[in-house]
Nanobody, 124 residues
């Protein structure tokens, strides 16, 4: 059994910082990839950042220089974090964690976990 949980959204002032966390637990051997997508009202969802099993990261142009993705493994658990700095109004969206996980029985699990959303007002 594999579970995925996402946390860390909320309201933040322009220029502020927030960290998102995504935790995969259970019979997790490793991740193939974990990362975040986001969807703003009236817009299509898009990739924010993702990290592969070897540590290589793919970060959207709009997030480069402001968002950093990192990951670490523990027994039966994979933690992935998205540190977001200098947040802007255009970062307002619902963020969700997407994970492709490899279990000890070699099954591959493809999960999405929606967060509470991040809201950045136009001005502080």
């Amino acid at each position: 059994q594999v579970q995925l949980m996402e946390s860390g959204g909320g309201l933040v002032q322009p220029g502020g910082s927030l960290r998102l966390s995504c935790v995969a637990s259970g019979s997790v051997f490793n991740k193939n990839s974990m990362g975040w997508y986001r969807q703003a009202p009236g817009k299509q969802r898009g990739l924010v950042a993702a990290i592969g099993s070897c540590g290589s990261a793919n970060v959207a142009e709009s997030a480069k220089g402001r968002f950093t993705i990192s990951s670490r493994n523990a027994p039966n658990t994979v933690y992935t974090y998205l540190q977001r700095s200098n947040l802007k109004a255009e970062d307002t969206a619902v963020y969700f964690c997407h994970a492709v996980l490899i279990a000890y029985d070699r099954r591959v699990y493809d999960y999405d976990c929606w967060g509470q959303g991040t809201q950045v007002p136009l001005s502080s």
